[in-house]
């Protein structure tokens, strides 16, 4: 069963608007972490921001928020303010834990398209 | 740069081959998860370590098998290799398993082309 689910493929934003990137998780565990990585073509994963599931206040970090909906099970990057460089293919990511350690699961990702 | 290194960055080899991965976690941290990213399966989980001793086991093949050792470095190995094992290979690190819920900074990859 799908985990993680990222609906949107692919998305476009003008420059210096925000633009909201889906992300609606599964889990049972009361226990887990919410992530987003970021994707540029050169390949590297770059953390963007994480959201503890018993967090009250939404995470921010910079330009990037996620709106966190525990009831709904999702948790939807925000960027505001667009950027050339934001270009790239943005992955929600889900930690739990397996046994003694933890695995992550991911989406399949969003390719955001940043136009001029 | 995230502080975690991988190498080779680029990898060709046959079908039938052996080949092994290797990756430095960020100082300090002793908690590493490996991921296999494809076109066709995405990002995969593969095996978290933390301070040399298995700690959970995702999607990886008995083909496949890793370590973390004594300095923290971890090794994965994948052996009689398929093109199917074309992907790219991360490392990742974070601190502590207790804090295995925070940002995990992850390495430039390993990208394998098996041909």
């Known amino acids: 069963a799908q985990k993680i689910t990222q609906t949107q493929p692919g998305m476009f934003v003008q420059e210096k608007e925000a633009v909201t990137l889906d992300c609606t998780y599964d889990t049972s565990d009361p226990s887990y972490g919410l992530f987003w990585y970021k994707q540029p073509s050169s390949g590297e994963m770059i953390f963007l921001i994480y959201q503890g599931s018993y967090d009250q206040q939404n995470a921010t970090e910079g330009r990037y928020s996620l709106n966190f909906q525990k009831a709904r099970k999702s948790a939807n990057l925000v960027i505001s303010a667009s950027q050339l460089g934001d270009s790239a293919m943005y992955f929600c990511?889900?930690?739990?834990?397996?046994?003694?350690?933890?695995?992550?699961?991911f989406g399949a990702g969003t390719r955001l398209f940043v136009k001029a | 740069d995230s502080g975690v290194t991988q190498t080779p960055k680029h990898l060709i080899t046959a079908t039938g081959q052996r080949v092994t991965l290797r990756c430095s976690p960020r100082s300090g941290d002793l908690s590493v998860y490996w991921y296999q990213q494809s076109l066709d399966q995405g990002l995969q989980f593969l095996i978290q370590?933390?301070?040399?001793?298995?700690?959970a086991k995702g999607n990886i093949l008995e083909r496949f098998s890793a370590q973390q050792f004594p300095d923290l470095h971890s090794e994965l190995n994948l052996s009689s290799l398929e093109l199917g094992d074309s992907a790219l290979y991360f490392c990742?690190?974070?601190?502590?398993?207790?804090?295995?819920?925070?940002?995990?900074?992850f390495g430039q990859g390993t990208r394998l082309t098996v041909v």
């Open positions: 370590y933390y301070n040399g001793e298995e700690r």
């Open positions: 990742a690190s974070t601190t502590t398993p207790e804090q295995g819920f925070g940002e995990a900074f």
């Open positions: 990511a889900m930690r739990e834990g397996l046994g003694g350690g933890f695995k992550t699961i």
